[in-house]
């Protein structure tokens, strides 16, 4: 049995004025041809521990052949441009091409994924997979739980498996879960299953969706139920990362069944029983000046993480806020407390790497992207360390992944450290601040710019965690942020709702 398999990963951010191309996958995760099937990524460091892991495990116990194509993943960002979509499209052409006929199609997706002339990239792409290998090949594909899954992807695939943790630590798991469903229907084993769709038109907070606790964690135990009564043969919960304004958008169910029936009620089921639950999701903001008081106040048992989740390149924001550090320097913070910080701002970031360690340096820091989140601030500091620019993810998403902040430095001010860097990357693991000479632990407060990966590592590290209510593309406030393409009515704008299959 010859199995294609590839995979293209890349969260978008329909407000976000960062742009994305296909240098941002070249600076984390790029695999063409044979590369997918190596022991070890080019340059010898380890394969991580993500789909591809878990498409060649089953691949391997089951005896089944696999045909490489190309995987790649991307940190976060606002929406790709038209010109390296269609390149990337052209090239994966290539690919599938050079590896017709087969028996099947595995591909692992984000599922959030936005072109500037185009709402439903991931769509576009299933759909020129379904047009290269005809109407008779099976094809399943692997989602994150935050896609926003649609109609056109539903129709050109025959199985959808989305990870079941957010944290993000189910990367293989989910892989392999999606090759094994694959390989049964391509031998017969099982018949290809219906798919079914459902949506509640609520976004909510992602700092919420966490899957060990509260509403998440719920609604997984009832689709579990659903899977062991026969209702379903696979269910998988979307929460959606809210930070999309496109015209599908909205809480989604996805039911594979052996009864189209049956799937349709416990699709529908799930997305009531999900729309019952739209108020656990609201999480508790704080302000920074609140996030002092507690640093200053409460009984040091580890660092307090702040998050400001409204700047994480992890949800397509550019990384580049200032809004923290200004507001830290006008409280004084600088005299009291440790305070690790990261800035992406390309130009700081150079002129503290030609300073040098030890230099003083005088620069203008941030909104160097979000130019119209706010204005750059002037700073004075001292260079205390340049960095090498690279990291290994040590697990929760992406674990094994090698990131690549470009030229970096941590300058000081006073006794806040703040980590410049030229490109954005995921913030949430401690390895990046360790890899410039820092650690968390021994902090005061500690910046991460997550909504709730950021979880997986330092909730390792500590349990006093404050969510920040600060400006920017992914913040937690969705009022504060202005939605026009959205289908209506959507909670939170609006509190009514039917449950209707798409």
């Known amino acids: 049995m010859n199995i294609m398999v590839g995979g293209i990963l890349q969260e ?73 979509l269609d390149e990337l499209k052209r090239l994966l052409l290539e690919r599938l091409a050079q590896m017709l006929p087969c028996d099947g199609l595995l591909f692992a997706f984000h599922g959030a994924w936005v072109a500037e002339d185009n709402d439903d990239a991931t769509g576009e792409f299933v759909a020129m997979l379904r047009a290269a290998v005809g109407p008779d090949v099976p094809i399943v594909i692997s989602l994150d739980s935050h896609a926003n899954v649609t109609r056109q992807m539903v129709a050109n695939i025959d199985g959808l498996i989305g990870y079941r943790t957010f944290p993000h630590i189910d990367h293989a798991e989910t892989g392999y879960r999606a090759a094994s469903l694959l390989f049964a229907i391509a031998r017969g084993e099982v018949a290809r299953p219906v798919i079914r ?30 899977e062991r009564a026969g ?50 999701f609201a999480v508790r903001l704080y302000s920074v000046e609140e996030a002092v008081r507690l640093a200053l106040t409460e009984p040091k048992n580890g660092p307090l993480v702040i998050s400001d989740s409204a700047d994480s390149p992890g949800a397509g924001s550019p990384g580049d806020s200032n809004f923290v550090l200004r507001r830290l320097l006008a409280l004084g913070a600088e005299r009291e407390l440790a305070c690790l910080l990261s800035m992406v701002d390309a130009t700081a970031a150079r002129l503290a790497v030609e300073a040098g360690e030890g230099g003083v340096v005088k620069l203008e820091v941030g909104h160097s992207i979000s130019r119209s ?46 980590l410049l860097m030229e490109y954005p990357v995921f913030t949430g693991d401690p390895a990046m601040y360790r890899s410039v000479g820092l650690e968390p632990a021994d902090a005061d407060v500690v910046l991460v710019k997550s909504a709730s990966q950021f979880r997986a590592e330092y909730e390792k590290l500590t349990s006093r965690i404050c969510i920040l209510d600060t400006p920017g593309a992914s913040t937690a406030n969705l ?24």
Not at 36 to 60: I, V
Not at 258 to 276: G, P
Not at 482 to 499: A, G, I, K, N
Request: net charge negative; proline share 6%; glycine share 10%.
């Open 12 to 84: 978008s951010n329909t407000f976000s004025e960062a742009t994305s191309g296909l240098e941002d996958f070249r600076r984390l995760l790029f695999l063409e041809g044979e590369e997918l099937l190596a022991e070890t990524l080019p340059g010898g460091a380890p394969m991580p521990h993500n789909e591809l892991a878990g498409f060649r495990q089953a691949a391997q116990e089951q005896g089944v052949r696999l045909a490489p194509t190309l995987f790649m993943q991307a940190a976060s960002s606002g929406r790709m441009r038209r010109e390296p």
């Open 197 to 226: 769709l459902a949506k509640a038109p609520m976004i909510v907070p992602a700092e919420n969706h966490t899957t060990d606790r509260g509403p998440m964690l719920a609604l997984l135990r009832e689709a579990a139920e659903g």
């Open 231 to 280: 209702d379903s043969l696979a269910t998988s919960l979307f929460a959606v990362q809210p930070w999309l304004d496109v015209a599908e958008m909205g809480f989604g169910v996805v039911v594979l069944g052996a009864d189209a029936a049956r799937a349709e009620a416990e699709a529908q089921r799930l997305a009531a029983l999900a729309w019952s639950k739209r108020e656990q």
């Open 373 to 418: 989140m706010g204005e750059p601030l002037a700073i004075e500091a001292r260079v205390v360390r340049v960095g090498g620019g690279t990291f290994r993810f040590g697990g929760g998403m992406a674990a094994g992944v090698v990131a690549n902040m470009g030229r970096c430095a941590v300058v000081a001010i006073g006794s806040i450290s703040l």
């Open 479 to 502: 009022a504060g942020l202005t939605f026009l393409r959205v289908p209506r009515p959507m909670y939170p704008f609006e509190d009514h709702f039917l449950p209707e299959g798409r």
